[in-house]
Nanobody
């Protein structure tokens, strides 16, 4: 059974940081790329970053321009978890954040239709 479970969202002040976690089934981490997306009210789901499958390495990472330099994606294979460290948060980062899994080669720019399985989402609110 394919499962992705996000956590770590919450309320943070502008300029603050949050770390989101996505716990995935172990076999997912071996064969799928894991991506992070977000969706703000009234807007389309937006791709942020992905990390490729293990293949004996730490994986290759990709970032969309909107988060490059502020967000960092990483993985802990021992914990079956992919993280999204978000720094220098802005009010426009407010959204529901989702992790998703894609079987096969992941490419950018990221599109939701490229991904096969999704988590339930976690709310991030950046406000003073």
């Amino acid at each position: 059974q394919v499962q992705l479970v996000e956590s770590g969202g919450g309320l943070v002040q502008p300029g603050g940081s949050l770390r989101l976690s996505c716990i995935v089934s172990r076999f997912i981490l071996d064969y799928y790329a894991i991506g992070w997306f977000r969706q703000a009210p009234g807007k389309e789901r937006e791709g942020l970053s992905f990390i490729t499958d293990t293949d004996g390495s730490d994986g290759v990472t990709y970032y969309e321009d909107s988060v490059k330099g502020r967000f960092t994606i990483s993985r802990d294979n021992a914990k079956n978890t992919v993280y999204l460290q978000m720094n220098s948060l802005k009010p426009e980062d407010t959204a529901v954040y989702y992790c998703a899994a894609r079987l096969g080669v992941a490419v950018g720019p990221m599109g939701p239709s490229q991904y096969d399985y999704w988590g339930q989402g976690t709310q991030v609110t950046v406000s003073s």
